[in-house]
């Protein structure tokens, strides 16, 4: 049984979202290539020019609001929108923006990553 390229791009994904964020902070190059993966244009996003200035610096450092928000930055620069099944997620620190995004990236359906 061989498994599709499009559930190997997605487990993929999630793995390059788990292993950016474990580094505590945004990594643009990161976002970048799972966009890619994803088939999205990630610099089409209102989200990536403020995801391009927070490169690589410490969640630690950033003020609440802005680490509220990396979740659904993410979530918007990776072109998961509105109309996603995950859209209604209320993302927190507290639960960590590695799980909202895998998440969503696992809401994705596979014919988006064909």
Excluded: W
């Amino acid at each position: 049984m061989t498994v599709s390229l499009s559930i190997l791009k997605k487990q993929a994904a999630q793995l390059a979202v788990k292993r950016m964020l474990a580094k505590n902070c945004v990594d643009i190059c990161d976002v970048r290539f799972i966009a890619d993966a994803l088939g999205r244009q990630c610099e089409r996003s209102a989200s990536y020019p403020v995801l391009r200035l927070l490169h690589l610096v410490q969640f630690s450092k950033m003020s609440p609001e802005l680490r509220e928000a990396i979740p659904g930055m993410l979530a918007d620069t990776l072109g998961i929108g509105e109309e996603s099944p995950v859209a209604e997620v209320q993302p927190t620190m507290a639960e960590g923006p590695q799980a909202v995004v895998g998440a969503c990236v696992e809401a994705l359906p596979s014919s988006e990553l064909a």
